[in-house]
């Protein structure tokens, strides 16, 4: 699995190449965004996140859990309390 969280309306970079942005930019941007990946687990009220890789290096080698319902054909997955941001 691979997820990729981020923070609504982030800013844009003052230019457009991709390879380029001030040390403000790169950083603003970094502290909103998180991605990891790696194999998972399912059980009747949660999915395990066995995490390989992330941008975070402090869940790589570790698991997430993510509580999980299902109405209809709709699958939320929430989390129990995070730190981020204090």
Request: charged share 20%.
């Amino acid at each position: 699995m691979f997820a990729a969280v981020m923070r609504a309306n982030r800013r844009p970079f003052a230019g457009d190449d991709l390879l380029e942005g001030t040390p403000e930019e790169w950083a603003t941007a970094g502290r909103g965004y998180v991605t990891y990946c790696g194999r998972y687990d399912v059980s009747v009220e949660a999915v395990v996140h066995h995490v390989e890789m992330s941008l975070f290096p402090n869940w790589t080698e570790a698991d997430q859990v993510r509580l999980m319902t299902l109405n209809g054909d709709h699958l939320t997955l929430t989390t129990g309390p995070t730190e981020a941001g204090g």
